[in-house]
């Protein structure tokens, strides 16, 4: 049986990821900070484990839960959205450390734990990305502390892909989805944007060479950085 480990399931795209995993049979170990996600989680019979990547002594559980585990995917999925800004606005510490903290400080918190199990079965360490992190790609300053959280983000994916020897590490673009983040006039349905991301992460393994610390698009198109 394949598994995987979704960390930041309890609503939208996480979700999503930890229904479709299910739905094919696999072995799932899904994340939330609060019982009502942790109840949802286990009411798709996932493995439920209750972590708030923000919090060290929340993270210093996670490796003996999943002693023993060969993970074929890992997905960090944690993430919160900043205040909507234009152009450069000001912004306080406290919007800073909550848009920092859980989109970079726990992803780099989280890597190091979980990465020695996806080794082990060869597998993909996806980390949710977000166009928006694309200095390359960026047109607008809009939203700036999330743009620059996300460009983080994918330093940390290129960083842990060059300690990878087996695993296989990408930054994903979800595109715009409709989720409580995206809003009800977002382009795709959690459905298309999660089941294309699974595609990638799918295909990552074989296309190591290539694949591995690379950023792509929901449909598998490469971005760059």
Same mark, same amino acid.
Do not use: I
């Given at each position: 049986m394949k598994t995987a480990l979704i960390i930041g399931a309890s609503r939208g795209i996480g979700m999503e990821f930890v229904r479709q995993y299910?739905?094919?049979? +696999?072995?799932?170990? @899904? /994340?939330?900070?609060?019982?009502?996600?942790?109840?949802a989680l286990r009411a798709l019979d996932a493995e439920a484990l209750k972590?708030?990547?923000?919090?060290?002594?929340?993270?210093? *559980?996670?490796? +003996?839960?999943?002693? *023993?585990?060969?993970?074929?995917?890992?997905?960090?999925? @944690?993430?919160?959205?900043? &205040?909507?800004? /234009?152009g450069l606005a000001p912004i306080t510490k406290d919007e800073f450390d909550r848009v920092f903290h859980t989109n970079v400080l726990g992803a780099m918190q989280v890597a190091p734990l979980v990465?020695?199990?996806? &080794?082990?079965? *060869?597998?993909?360490?996806?980390?949710?990305?977000s166009r928006m992190g694309s200095v390359e790609l960026m047109e607008s300053n809009g939203s700036w502390l999330y743009r620059?959280?996300?460009?983080?983000?994918?330093?940390?994916?290129?960083?842990v892909s060059l300690e990878a020897?087996?695993?296989?590490?990408?930054?994903?673009?979800?595109? +715009?989805?409709?989720?409580?983040?995206? *809003?009800e006039n977002a382009d795709i349905d959690v459905e298309t944007s999660v089941s294309g991301m699974r595609g990638v992460l799918g295909r990552a393994p074989g296309e190591?060479?290539?694949h591995n610390g690379g950023f792509y698009n929901y449909d598998g198109t490469p971005f760059p950085w």
């Open positions: 299910r739905e094919d049979g +696999w072995r799932v170990f @899904a /994340t939330a900070c609060n019982e009502d996600g942790l109840a972590l708030d990547v923000t919090r060290v002594e929340s993270l210093s *559980g996670l490796s +003996w839960q999943l002693d *023993g585990v060969e993970l074929d995917v890992a997905v960090y999925n @944690a993430g919160v959205n900043s &205040e909507r800004t /234009t990465l020695p199990f996806v &080794e082990a079965a *060869g597998g993909s360490f996806g980390f949710l990305s620059a959280s996300k460009a983080a983000v994918n330093s940390v994916v290129k960083a020897q087996r695993a296989t590490c990408v930054a994903m673009h979800p595109g +715009w989805v409709r989720t409580d983040m995206g *809003g190591r060479a290539t």
